[in-house]
């Protein structure tokens, strides 16, 4: 659960270590920092400050990985045979992406 949260509901304003400074959105749990000020405690064998912020931050990992995923999608709708493809058979839509 911990990691769906950090890839949808957090917001990164500052990364200092051993110091973060986070935006959470509402779905977050309320114990969140502490889950990963243990977490940190327990990989890292350090102790982090996990500080809340109403400041917007960085999007989420997810908001990150969706926007890189329309940029590549964009560049792939702009090469010459994709154009063609879509000039020559109307109504073609781009679905899917697969890494090679």
Known sequence: MLQAHLLYD???VEF??????????ERAPKSLPKQLEDLLKKLRNEVWT????????QPSL???????????????L???LVK?????FPG???TH???N
Not at 50 to 57: K, L, M, Q, Y
């Open 50 to 57: 996990i500080a809340i912020s109403a400041e917007i931050g």
């Open 84 to 88: 063609t493809l879509i000039e020559t």
């Open 10 to 12: 957090v917001h990164l």
């Open 78 to 80: 702009q090469t010459p």
């Open 92 to 94: 073609t839509t781009l």
């Open 62 to 76: 997810h908001e990150k990985e969706q926007q890189a995923l329309e940029e590549r999608r964009q560049r792939i």
């Open 16 to 25: 200092a270590p051993p110091c973060l400074k986070l935006r959470l959105t």
């Open 97 to 99: 992406i697969e890494d």
